[in-house]
């Protein structure tokens, strides 16, 4: 059981990247519970505002990609989702490049895993 969980959390994972790269805003929220909030050096930013970053053309991204095997630790019906993080993307208009951990605390509810919490800080070599 544990091991379909992972397999559905990291194709949820992969899922949400797919739709971060395609810019599409629908996908994207579908993936975000309603309270969801990303940490990341610059402070939280809220569901709805990142919604709108994205709606507005501010924030596009053009590539993501999971660098290793992401990791996966199930407590039945939430999941953390950790993985080092390769994007670009362009931020009100200014392209950058980004090599991250990520976290992502999905929760299972009735319409799936929906994630909660996103924690995002600069990878060092």
């Not at 559905?8 to 969801?36: P, T």
């Not at 999971?66 to 039945?76: F, I, L, N, S, T």
Request: glycine share 8%.
């Amino acid at each position: 059981m544990t091991g379909d969980v992972v397999a559905e959390i990291r194709a949820v994972a992969e899922g949400w990247a797919a739709a971060m790269v395609a810019n599409d805003l629908d996908r994207i929220a579908g993936f975000m519970a309603d309270e969801w909030l990303i940490v990341s050096e610059s402070g939280i930013t809220t569901r709805a505002d990142f919604l709108e970053l994205i709606s507005s053309g501010g924030l596009t991204h053009s590539a993501m990609d999971a660098v290793g095997e992401p990791q996966v630790q199930v407590y039945g019906d939430t999941a953390v989702y950790t993985a080092r993080v390769t994007n670009t993307a362009h931020y009100q208009g200014e392209r950058f490049d980004a090599d991250e951990w990520t976290t992502d605390v999905f929760v299972r509810d009735v319409s799936g895993w929906r994630c909660v919490r996103s924690h995002i800080t600069n990878a060092k070599e």
